[in-house]
């Protein structure tokens, strides 16, 4: 990092599937991308692990608990003056029959097929980003 970068937030994301192979997502109450739907996700806490805070993130966006698992993918969002690096997890869930409740920053939640993640206002680059990892839903 040189003088010019700006710090980078730690963050993560969770890349969860119910039994249908739907989507959990989103839609975000506040900024960056307020209004945009997006996975859960959020900062990690000093002292938490990224397991941790995706666990914790999901619980608190959708009310659903889940288990972190294996990295999907990394990306960084430019944030003015941060820049959020944001690690995405697989999630399992713990409850496959419960369904998600907005809670937190999140406005609404919702888990989607790909018809309706097609007609979803999403966050920048979202859609390409799940592709080229490989975890659209069917």
Known sequence: M???????????????????RRLLLVRRRNE?????WSLPGGRVEPGETAAGAVEREVREETGLRVRAGAEVGRIRIEGGAVVYDVVD???TLLDPGARPVAGDDAADAVFADAATLAGLPCTPRLVET????GVLPD
């Open 130 to 133: 799940l592709r080229g990892w």
């Open 89 to 91: 997890l697989a999630c």
């Open 32 to 36: 960056p991308g307020r209004g945009l």
């Open 2 to 20: 040189t003088a010019a970068d700006p710090p980078a937030v730690p963050c993560v994301g969770a890349v969860v599937h119910d039994r249908d």
